[in-house]
C-alpha cells in the first residue's frame, strides 16, 4: 500500500467512530460533499501534545518538529501534507520508522489540565499508535494559557 493510501486509511478509520455535525471547532465548517478538509489551511502552523508518554511539536508546511521530555528541543524531519474530506494528515519518516498523523475536528482533552482543544491527533510512529490534541493560532485552544 502506498503512503498516500495508507494515510488516506490512516484518516478514514478514526472519521469512522465520530463524525461531528457540519458544524466544526470555532465555526469552521465540515463540508459534506466530499471536498478536501479546509479548516487548517495550508500556511498555518499546527502544534500537537499528547500524552502516556509524553510528546509533542508543531509543523509548518513540510516541516515537522516532534518533541518529547527526552528529547525537548525535538526532531525536525520532512513531511507531506494529505488533506482528506474530514481531517489532514501529515507522513514522513521518524528515526527510520513511519511516521503518520491524522487531525480531525472534535473537542479534546489532554486529560492533564482544563484546556479544551478544536483537533484531536491519531498519531502512528511504526507499529506504535498514540493519541493526542492539537491546535492552531486560528482555531486555538480554550482554557488557561499556562495551566
Known amino acids: 500500500m502506498t503512503r498516500p493510501l495508507l494515510l488516506a486509511a490512516a484518516l478514514a478509520l478514526p472519521l469512522a467512530a465520530c463524525q461531528p455535525g457540519p458544524e466544526g471547532p470555532n465555526g469552521t ?24 508518554p509524553f510528546w509533542g511539536g508543531k509543523v509548518a508546511g ?27 494528515g ?23 489540565s482544563d484546556r479544551t482543544y478544536p483537533f484531536t491527533v491519531t498519531l502512528k510512529i511504526g507499529e506504535e ?9 486560528k482555531t486555538p485552544f480554550t482554557g488557561p494559557e499556562h495551566p
Open 29 to 52: 465548517t465540515r463540508d459534506t460533499a466530499g471536498d478536501a478538509f479546509s479548516a487548517i489551511g495550508p500556511e498555518e502552523t499546527v502544534q500537537f501534545t499528547g500524552t502516556e
Open 62 to 88: 513540510s516541516t515537522l518538529t516532534y518533541s518529547t521530555p527526552e528529547n525537548v528541543d525535538g526532531m525536525t524531519i520532512t513531511v507531506e501534507r494529505f488533506a482528506g474530506n474530514n481531517g489532514l
Open 90 to 112: 501529515y507522513s514522513g519518516t521518524l528515526e527510520g520508522r513511519s511516521f503518520d498523523m491524522a487531525i480531525t475536528p472534535g473537542e479534546c482533552s489532554d486529560g492533564m
Open 129 to 137: 499508535q498514540r493519541s493526542g490534541c492539537a491546535w492552531t493560532e
